[in-house]
């Protein structure tokens, strides 16, 4: 997997405060944990921290150490705690050159061949 490209870590820094007071943690961390994007270890050690937005800031570098699929995957998290808001406002910035040749579906992915499981177990592809 590729590491988080500059443009993204960007974007996380000049975002920071923003993000840390729109992002609320509290019911987020059952996806992140479901996605991949913590370990039960990383949620014990980021909520060691106090208040949420020690919490945020503490993801938030968590994130920026991760892949451009974990990146994704946040995005998707985001969106499934009904916070999507923050995925359109400010991390799918078009300021960013890499995200604006990227096209995102309401997912948060980039769009191409989706692969799912049938419900007989066997492998669909779908283009999308």
């Known amino acids: 997997m ?12 000049e975002k920071r405060v923003e993000l840390v007071g729109m992002i609320q943690p509290h019911e987020l961390w059952a996806h992140l944990r479901y996605h991949g994007i913590v370990t039960e270890q990383d949620e014990a050690r980021i909520q060691l921290n106090k208040t949420s937005f020690e919490q945020v800031n503490a993801l938030l570098d968590h994130i920026a150490k991760g892949t451009a699929h974990d990146y ?3 995005c998707k998290c985001l969106k499934a705690n009904n916070q999507g808001h923050i995925v359109t406002e400010i991390l799918q910035s078009e300021t960013s050159k890499e995200l ?3 096209t995102w579906d309401l997912n948060c992915e980039p769009q191409g061949p989706k692969a799912f499981v049938d419900t007989d177990g066997s492998l669909k592809i779908y283009k999308i």
């Open 2 to 13: 590729a590491l988080l490209s500059e443009q993204r870590k960007q974007i996380l820094t």
């Open 72 to 74: 994704r995957k946040f």
């Open 100 to 102: 604006k040749s990227e």
